[in-house]
């Protein structure tokens, strides 16, 4: 797998981008400005790599645009050794995302190939991040409390057996909704059985599905 000097240029340009878009978080730019997006995309959209948009990548899913990725994170506030429960491995851009910036991610993705293929890729570029084929909804109590859960998907309400994996002071990002556009939502926990909500914005993701998919 190989990052060029015209992929690192293009991803200088991307981060200037990011930046006039209100991205401010020198940590998450820094990533974004690390993780080599092309080495996730097929190879088709290749040349599309360091643009702002989505693409389609494998099993019906997307890449999500890098802003997108850069307001998720950034909504995380994402410390080094932070462990992150992230529910939607996809492409596993994101993942890599997290684990440039020293998080300790826990990952669970439902298709079996897009389980497989990220792993590959993670692995390959040197980012540690434990991998899990399995149904997002039921999280992964055994190795929480959390100090993060991020969803890449559209849920149309807060799966209360994510919430609850959440430490005290820990926060969830979800993109809260059903079809057609959603609101970045954020539930902060607060306490044993409190919490606060905050919203951030539309966006438009693929819908959280239950159960896996090509589970042989």
């Known amino acids: 797998m190989t990052d060029s000097f015209e992929a690192k240029g293009k991803r200088k340009k991307l981060v200037a981008e990011l930046r006039q878009k209100g991205i401010t978080d020198e940590e998450v730019l820094r990533a974004i400005d690390t993780v080599p997006r092309h080495l996730f995309m097929d190879p088709a959209f290749l040349s599309h790599a360091y643009v702002d948009k989505a693409f389609p990548i494998t099993s019906g899913q997307t890449i999500s645009q890098p802003y997108t990725v850069a307001v998720q994170t950034c909504l995380l506030k994402v410390k080094k050794w932070d462990k992150i429960l992230e529910v939607g491995t996809g492409s596993g851009y994101q993942t890599a995302v997290l684990a440039e910036m020293g998080a300790k991610v826990y990952t669970i ?108």
């Open 109 to 216: 993705e439902r298709f079996r190939e897009l389980y497989l293929k990220a792993q590959g890729i993670l692995t390959s570029l040197g980012y540690s991040a434990d991998f899990f084929y399995g149904d997002g909804y039921e999280g992964k109590p055994q190795y929480g409390p959390f100090d993060g859960i991020l969803i890449t998907a559209a849920a149309p309400e807060i799966p209360d057996t994510l919430i609850y994996q959440l430490k005290t002071g820990g926060r969830l990002v979800i993109p809260l909704g059903s079809s057609g556009t959603q609101v970045m939502t954020v539930m902060e926990r607060t306490g044993p059985e409190s919490f606060e909500r905050s919203e951030h914005g539309n966006f438009v993701f693929v819908p959280m599905l239950k159960g896996t998919v090509n589970g042989k």
